[in-house]
């Protein structure tokens, strides 16, 4: 017989070879012969089971409306983190806001196609994103920040990529939350990237 460990109560145990093979693959496998014991470890690989089917069930429930938000609110975070040091787009000369969120030029409602895209939003503060949206505070705010030039670029979004939302699958917004999350775990690291290299890396606007 060969000496094993219990998972649960932690005591020592011996099983023969053969029928620690036979229940290898179950979770009778890690404790010892006591009921308690086996009690509790098949309650609990019970537990895991059922968590597990749940989330599948979740995740198979969830339309693109549902991917689309999870894709948007890493996107928010990453822009929010980028700008972090930032003042308001809008308003730079205030220093007073309290809250600030991942402003939109061109609004989600009346241009999907551009509500992913790195250039069309920065951080601005809670009021005037929730109220204004990008009026000519948010333009003159581009253009003072990188320019005319730039400003001309994200004033012609919409119509370089008006057909992009047709990309806006299941399956390519499961990508797109891969590769958000993994450009979210770098910042943490301490990564830097520019607008460009965020839109390049995640592939929506190409």
Request: charged fraction near 30%; glycine fraction near 6%; include cysteine.
């Amino acid at each position: 017989m060969k000496r094993y460990k219990c998972k649960i109560c932690k005591s020592f145990y011996y099983r023969e070879p053969a029928d620690q093979i036979r229940i290898s693959m179950t979770p009778l496998s890690k404790v010892c012969d006591d009921v308690e014991c086996k009690t509790k470890v098949a309650m609990s690989a019970l537990e895991n089971k059922r968590k597990e089917v749940f989330k599948e069930f979740k995740e198979n429930s969830k339309t693109a409306a549902d991917y689309k938000k999870e894709l948007q609110d890493l996107i928010n975070w990453i822009v929010k983190e980028i700008d972090k040091d930032l003042p308001c787009i809008s308003h730079p000369e205030h220093k007073s806001f309290l809250r600030f969120d991942a402003g939109h030029f061109w609004g989600v409602g009346a241009h999907g196609c551009l509500r992913f895209n790195f250039h069309n939003i920065h951080k601005q503060n809670s009021e005037a994103n929730q109220r204004y949206g990008g009026n000519a505070d948010f333009a003159n705010g581009l253009k003072t920040r990188f320019g005319t030039e730039y400003l001309t670029m994200v004033l012609g979004l919409p119509l370089k990529f008006k057909g992009t939302s047709k990309k806006f699958s299941i399956p390519n917004l499961k990508e797109w939350i891969r590769k958000a999350t993994y450009l979210k775990i770098q910042i943490k690291q301490g990564e830097i990237f520019t607008r460009d290299q965020l839109n390049e890396y995640l592939g929506i606007y190409e």
